[in-house]
């Protein structure tokens, strides 16, 4: 069983635990993850023949991208049987950059691209929710999943802007979810750029917390399926 397999399961439990309020504790959840995901790595590298500073920069390395996995999958967990209930469907941007896709997803795919001239590109989605009708896809939303932001913070408003220069494709909300474990978005007083920028371009953004400054775009988490439920 990979990391992010594991660590969901573990969620799963956690869930049924916690109960709704699992999703405002992100950040215990995914500390003892963390603790957890280091003591067993550590020690598989160390018994690698690695000295032990070397082994703990392969951890630290390894867990950025396990935490990302998880963390969507986390919120493939909340969004599952809201989905089913109003059947809608759900793709990722790593699924459609195959070069296998079915006819359905191929349309998906050939809806979201963004036209740069002579090429044509595909923007980031963690999660793409659509729905079928008459045979044809319908794009909703966008959902993107981070951690923390850092100097990452225009990546996906800047997509958004793409997406509003196209007819076929303004239509479509883009959201971000988060944690926001290093309050680089959570606070309105003396707002950090990456608040101002993405508060002002994207749809919703929607903190896995208890303890930050709302707005009419920064919600808590508990409030991302009713805005989905808007788009129907």
Request: proline share 3%; net charge positive.
């Amino acid at each position: 069983m990979k990391p992010y397999e594991r660590i969901a399961e573990d969620f799963k439990v956690f869930l049924l635990e916690k109960g709704d309020n699992a999703y405002n504790c992100l950040k215990d959840f995914f500390e003892i993850q963390k603790e957890q995901f280091y003591t067993i790595k550590i020690n598989e590298l160390k018994a690698q023949g690695l000295s032990e500073q070397e082994a703990i920069t392969k951890t630290r390395q390894g867990w950025v991208s396990v935490i990302g996995r998880s963390l969507e999958i986390v919120i493939e967990i909340l969004i599952a049987g809201f989905c089913q209930k109003y059947n809608l469907k759900t793709t990722n941007d790593k699924i459609l950059r195959s070069k296998k896709l079915n006819c359905e997803l191929d349309s998906v795919k050939r809806m979201l691209l963004v036209h740069f001239g002579d090429y044509s590109v595909l923007p980031d989605g963690d999660i793409i929710i659509y729905k079928v009708e008459s045979k044809l896809p319908k794009i909703l939303a966008i959902l993107s999943i981070k951690n923390s932001f850092r100097e990452r913070y225009t990546e996906i408003p800047y997509w958004k802007l793409k997406l509003l220069e196209a007819e076929t494709t303004k239509h479509i909300k883009v959201f971000m979810i988060t944690p926001d474990n290093d309050d680089e978005i959570s606070f309105k007083e003396n707002p950090k750029k990456s608040r101002i920028v993405m508060e002002y371009e994207l749809d919703g953004i929607y903190l896995a917390k208890t303890s930050f400054d709302k707005s009419d775009k920064i919600k808590g988490i508990e409030s991302l399926l009713n805005d989905l439920r808007k788009l129907l």
